[in-house]
């Protein structure tokens, strides 16, 4: 089996050179799916996991536009459409410098499993730009925006493909991309998610993917026969995932320790809950990007600089951030200092190595695909208020969210329960996000 597995990643790596967050991905997902597809004969021999790791489509293009100086810029936008097999591509839209192929690739892969596991009828995308909004006037965000929009709009359609926000991607940004897009085709669809609640958009949507993580991870916790009331939590960010983990673990009875920034990480003993969970969205809308601003607030608090959050002492760990950024080092503090759950809020968050480690010592531990579902959840539900012209309560929302996660819990747990009882969510996150791509694929012919 190894041997089939390093003959699948050399193809992977060979078609996609100078790609290590893409291949990352695949490997991770590789190394639990194909053990599972040679044991299944009418996956065998299809070469299907080949198939859905080339994308269907990659959009690549020019965005011009002009500063507020009259200076002419050029960034690089671009499009990911990964999988069709079961609906419209539906993925995020990120601006940020750090964007480029390779990160979007593992982005619109990732996207085609975990949009599975909610069992709502929607593919697999993602896109972005290296333009970065940090420092920008709204005029210049805007301009951004409509020239980007420009090209993309052709490619996108409420039956084709669906964008979403992701980081650099706001209310905004969203605002913008929509009304460029309906004045260019003259039409008013729901063709992008995350709008304001004034043009199609979803009550709790900003809250969704912190909230459905605090779900799974009550859904985990509860397998062990215990429960989020009481637990201490440390997470890492300060961001809109992380302001929706916060909510629901102080509704929920945790108490929060941590957040943190690329400067380092904040320690409140007292707890971060009430008003210093609205500071938050303060600190994450003043642009200034150091989670220090909150000791400048609330002085009781303790920062530690160009620290990780890990090193603190907590029952449960949740990554908001971004990519690589809990290794094993991380994973070997958090176990001995006695941590039962670590769930991943970011995308791919945790190292190959510390996820292995984390398994290896049994703890309980979810990958992104599975427990950070509940934004594109979200989106689909938002996508299906569009459909029939009808905006639904918060606490609909929340309860229809609620449900999806609890259905991915049971999903990771029937293909990821070992002889033991112990759940590799890992795996069964993969595998089930797999089956129905698969069968979808298999029942649509070599297309």
């Known amino acids: 089996m190894e041997?089939?597995?390093?003959?699948?990643?050399?193809?992977?790596?060979a078609k996609n050179p100078n790609e290590p967050e893409f291949i990352q991905a695949v490997r991770e997902f590789a190394e639990t799916v194909i053990p599972f597809i040679a044991s299944k004969r009418k996956y065998d021999?299809?070469?299907?996991?080949?198939?859905?790791?080339?994308?269907?489509?990659?959009?690549?293009?020019?965005?011009?536009?002009?500063?507020?100086?009259?200076?002419?810029?050029?960034?690089r936008g671009f499009r990911i459409q990964m999988n069709s097999a079961i609906g419209p591509y539906k993925g995020g839209i990120r601006?940020?410098?750090?964007?480029?192929?390779?990160?979007?690739?593992?982005?619109?892969?990732?996207?085609v499993f975990k949009n599975s596991l909610t069992t709502l009828p929607m593919g697999g995308g993602k896109g972005g730009s290296d333009f970065d909004p940090q420092g920008k006037s709204d005029a210049e965000v805007m301009r951004f925006c409509q020239s980007f929009m420009t090209e993309l709009c052709r490619h996108?359609?409420?039956?084709?493909?669906?964008?979403?926000?992701?980081?650099?991607?706001?209310?905004?940004?969203?605002g913008y991309l929509f009304g460029q897009y309906k004045r260019i085709r003259n039409e008013f669809t729901g063709v992008l998610t995350g709008k304001g609640l004034?043009?199609?958009?979803?009550?709790?949507?900003?809250?969704?993917t912190g909230y459905g993580v605090v779900y799974f991870t009550e859904q985990m916790l509860r397998t062990i026969g215990h429960e989020i009331k009481g637990k201490t939590f440390v997470i890492s960010g300060f961001g809109n995932v992380a302001w929706g983990v916060a909510l629901k673990i102080n509704e929920?009875?945790?108490?929060?320790?941590?957040?943190?920034g690329p400067d380092g990480y904040i320690y409140d003993a007292d707890g971060i809950s009430g008003e210093k969970i609205d500071y938050m969205l303060e600190m994450r809308d003043s642009g200034d990007n150091r989670a220090e601003m909150y000791v400048e607030k609330y002085p009781n608090a303790v920062f530690h600089k160009g620290k990780r959050v890990w090193e603190v002492k907590a029952d449960i760990a949740i990554p908001c951030a971004t990519q690589n950024e809990l290794n094993e080092d991380d994973a070997i503090k958090l176990v001995e200092n006695g941590v039962i759950c670590v769930t991943e809020a970011a995308n791919m968050p945790c190292t190959l190595e510390a996820i292995k480690y984390l398994l290896g010592k049994k703890i309980l531990f979810a990958p992104g695909k599975a427990a950070n579902a509940g934004g594109v959840a979200a989106s689909g539900l938002e996508m299906t208020q569009n459909s029939i012209r009808l905006n639904w309560s918060s606490e609909e929302v929340d309860h229809r969210l609620k449900d999806i996660m609890v259905g991915i819990h049971n999903q990771c747990k029937k293909y990821g329960t070992d002889?033991?009882?112990?759940?590799?969510?890992?795996?069964?996150?993969?595998?089930?996000?797999?089956?129905k791509v698969a069968d979808a694929m298999l029942a649509q012919g070599v297309v």
């Open 3 to 13: 041997d089939k597995i390093n003959n699948f990643m050399a193809q992977i790596e």
């Open 45 to 75: 021999g299809k070469h299907i996991l080949l198939r859905i790791a080339e994308p269907e489509r990659s959009i690549t293009f020019r965005v011009t536009w002009v500063d507020d100086k009259g200076e002419i810029r050029v960034n």
């Open 95 to 111: 601006f940020h410098n750090s964007v480029n192929l390779s990160v979007l690739k593992f982005l619109a892969f990732e996207q």
């Open 156 to 174: 996108i359609g409420p039956e084709i493909d669906v964008p979403a926000g992701d980081i650099g991607v706001g209310a905004r940004e969203i």
């Open 198 to 208: 004034a043009y199609g958009g979803s009550l709790i949507r900003p809250e969704a």
């Open 252 to 260: 929920l009875g945790g108490k929060l320790l941590t957040i943190s």
């Open 419 to 435: 002889e033991t009882g112990y759940v590799d969510y890992v795996t069964g996150a993969n595998i089930a996000g797999f089956v």
